[in-house]
């Protein structure tokens, strides 16, 4: 029987993120702004697919072709002829809202590989029964003989996502191991280029390595991008292997992005949305970074606007080395009531960073106040949808030009609402709290995380000129009162030196400065919490981590000592941390549940929290702010990795507490997006019913005009590299 890790539920949530209001009061100047900007989100997320897993575009186009003749409450009558039971057409639907929810066949947040969980035979009959076949059968059994194998296979290393033996990846070719990253980014460090926009692929030739980093554009002829010294394409000797950094891939897809912010560009309501799509329509067509950098300075710039969008390769959770950053494009309507908590928040700002547990050398020399909203998201493009984002990713802007934060109000409405009965691991007396108190707490701890965690902290740099951005004779590190020793040299990045750890590191880093400041009462005034009810806020806040730390053990997998998940890593070692404060701060016991099958029983102490919690939060966030602010991936390895390490000895057997998460975990949410479109002048909204049906709809009408042609060239992109992932 297969594992249930590897299948979503036929009773997965499905929620639609409800944005109608909010779209119906923009203007139409705004209304034409937000869909063009939808449509270049929407043609840019299926670069997710190629990121994901070879057979993810496959896959996809065979859905879509057999979905666009028969839309699900046709295809049902299909599905009974072909002998499937309405559970099986049910895992089937299920199923194809998975693969279209995360741009793939594997678990966005988690990164396993998730199949149909009806029977191969069965899925093939409904095929072979459908519409499309009956019209085409030797295009649909060609994309089923060329995908139906990997659709199901769970040999070991197709269970999840990573590099060389430890699973799959097209970040890099098959033929690639952490060898090939580390020397890969030393290449391009030396020249100076970004890994974000990135993939490498690996041959050899006459025994020497011979790598290609190709560059995500639109062109795939080499030329000079205007404001670059020279292109970057060329052929280069670097130490005993040769690169080749080539533009165009994703080129087709690419081309499509640009073309939709060119016409988004017409309805901008100032000049620096105007000059921030020129700047990414530069990005896109040249696979320049620098020119996205470019673009997001403008981004930052345009301060409050209505609509609010960003676009690119963004988060590099994925990228098994940490450092490529996967295709992503947002837009939402800014929700003015909450926007407005929040900018109290950004108001604060300077007076709780002082409230942080490091000196002031280690925080940046000036706060630069950003744009912090809330926002009703209209389209989110990509594998997955976050509560709030902080960005750019770039560090040499957050540190000096500033950055943005938001979070997303409709998400969070519906993505953490819970029901008692599926409340795991909580005392009775808690659920009720639990359940009342989740959403404004978790409002909270995204509010602090994003702002005051990610915009926090200082990294130390020598530039390329030499010159250090703070005094060599006067800043000591807290923890050893010595004078610091390392540093940021060049254009070495947070993302380039901590590589494989720095984007959970940098998680758990943002959620302590959450708990830490969530026990400053003027925080929680802010968010309308006083008194008692704000204890209820800090507690919840609290206990809801603690929680989080025990579900996360769903995202580790023992037979590589891997995690999956960046966030889920980062919530154990801090219930790890929690744990090791004793003194009563926190219990987790492993006990038999009602239905006489193993539980867990994690409680908290709320008499501690400002004690004995604060205090251990405090030493351990100091810690990880020092190794980041001095460059010292070694520490920090030692320190992170040692609080990530799943243990079976000691006072907990966290093995075995895995075994009971995996038994009671609950499937993340969906999400089903409206879709935009024009008729005549206007731009209406389509929305869709909250089911697995309904997401599949929005996907079958998200390429009106030209479904075919972009399955036609995904097919092409995918089948250009097949060869690469052997």
Not at 108 to 137: C, H, M, R
Not at 688 to 713: K, M, T
């Amino acid at each position: 029987m297969v594992d249930s890790q590897y299948y979503l539920p036929n009773d997965i949530g499905i929620s639609a993120l409800d944005c109608g209001e909010a779209f119906r009061l923009l203007s139409p100047k705004e209304q034409l702004y937000a869909h063009y900007l939808s449509r270049a989100a929407w043609y840019g997320g299926l670069v997710v697919l190629l990121q994901t897993s070879p057979e993810s575009p496959t896959i996809y186009v065979l859905l879509q072709k057999i979905f666009r003749k028969q839309p699900p409450a046709q295809l049902e009558a299909v599905a009974t002829a072909a002998e499937l039971s309405s559970e099986e057409y049910q895992a089937f639907l299920v199923y194809a809202a998975g693969l279209y929810a995360n741009m793939g066949n594997y678990k966005s947040f988690g990164d396993t590989k998730f199949i149909p969980n009806l029977p191969k035979e069965k899925f093939k009959a409904l095929v072979w029964e459908s519409q499309a076949y009956k019209e085409n059968p030797g295009e649909i059994e060609t994309l089923w003989n060329s995908c139906s194998h990997f659709l199901y296979s769970l040999e070991d290393k197709q269970k999840q996502l990573g590099l060389g033996d430890k699973g799959i990846t097209t970040y890099f070719s098959g033929n690639c191991c952490l060898e090939d990253a580390e020397l890969a980014q030393k290449f391009l460090d030396s020249k100076n280029l970004s890994a974000y926009n990135t993939r490498l692929f690996k041959k050899e030739s006459d025994g020497k390595r011979c790598y290609e980093v190709r560059l995500a554009s639109a062109v795939k002829k080499d030329c000079t991008v205007e404001g670059e010294a020279d292109t970057p394409c060329s052929m280069f000797d670097f130490e005993d292997a040769s690169f080749s950094v080539q533009r165009g891939d994703y080129a087709f897809l690419m081309e499509k992005v640009s073309q939709n912010l060119e016409k988004a560009k017409a309805y901008a309501a100032n000049e620096n949305q105007a000059k921030m799509l020129e700047e990414y329509i530069r990005s896109f067509t040249y696979g320049s970074v620098d020119a996205h950098k470019e673009g997001s300075r403008f981004w930052i710039k345009d301060k409050g606007p209505i609509v609010e969008s960003y676009i690119g390769f963004i988060e590099s959770y994925r990228d098994p080395f940490g450092s490529r950053g996967e295709f992503e494009g947002f837009v939402a309507v800014v929700n003015k009531a909450m926007s407005a908590r929040f900018a109290q928040l950004v108001s604060s700002a300077e007076v709780l960073l002082p409230e942080l547990p490091w000196p002031t050398a280690f925080e940046k020399d000036r706060f630069l106040k950003p744009d912090f909203t809330s926002l009703d998201v209209l389209t989110f493009a990509g594998s997955g949808i976050p509560a709030g984002i902080n960005i750019p990713n770039y560090d040499d802007i957050r540190q000096t030009e500033g950055f943005k934060n938001v979070s997303l109000g409709n998400v969070l409405a519906v993505a953490y609402a819970t029901q008692k009965e599926k409340l795991t691991f909580l005392d009775e007396k808690d659920k009720d709290l639990y359940i009342k108190w989740k959403g404004p707490s978790f409002e909270v701890q995204v509010g602090l995380h994003e702002l005051l965690g990610h915009g926090s902290g200082k990294l130390f740099v020598q530039d390329d000129k030499g010159k250090f951005n703070f005094d060599q004779a006067e800043v000591r590190n807290p923890e050893t009162g010595e004078l610091i020793s390392s540093w940021y040299k060049g254009s070495e990045t947070w993302d380039s030196k901590f590589s494989t750890i720095a984007s959970s590191y940098e998680e758990c880093r943002a959620e302590c400065v959450g708990l830490y400041l969530c026990l400053n009462k003027q925080v929680l005034s802010i968010f309308g919490h006083e008194g008692e009810e704000a204890e209820e806020v800090i507690y919840v806040n609290w206990l809801n981590m603690v929680r989080a730390g025990l579900l996360g053990l769903e995202f580790y997998t023992p037979e590589s000592k891997s995690w999956r998940q960046a966030h889920m890593q980062a919530r154990f070692v801090i219930l790890r941390v929690l744990l090791e404060a004793g003194e009563g701060l926190v219990t987790l016991s492993e006990i038999t549940g009602a239905d006489g099958r193993p539980d867990a029983l994690i409680t908290l102490d709320r008499g501690k929290i400002h004690t004995v919690g604060k205090s251990a939060i405090q030493k351990f966030l100091c810690k990880l702010q020092v190794h980041k602010s001095t460059a010292d991936v070694e520490g920090g390895r030692a320190l992170y990795e040692g609080y990530s390490a799943v243990t079976t000895d000691g006072s907990h057997n966290f093995l075995q507490f895995r075994e009971t998460v995996l038994l009671r975990k609950e499937a993340r949410k969906m999400f089903v997006q409206a879709n935009t479109l024009i008729k005549g002048e206007a731009v209406e909204l389509e929305e869709y019913e909250s089911s697995a049906a309904g997401l599949v709809q929005s996907f079958i009408q998200r390429f009106p005009e030209d479904a075919e042609e972009v399955e036609a060239q995904l097919l092409e992109l995918a089948s250009r590299d097949a060869t690469c992932w052997c």
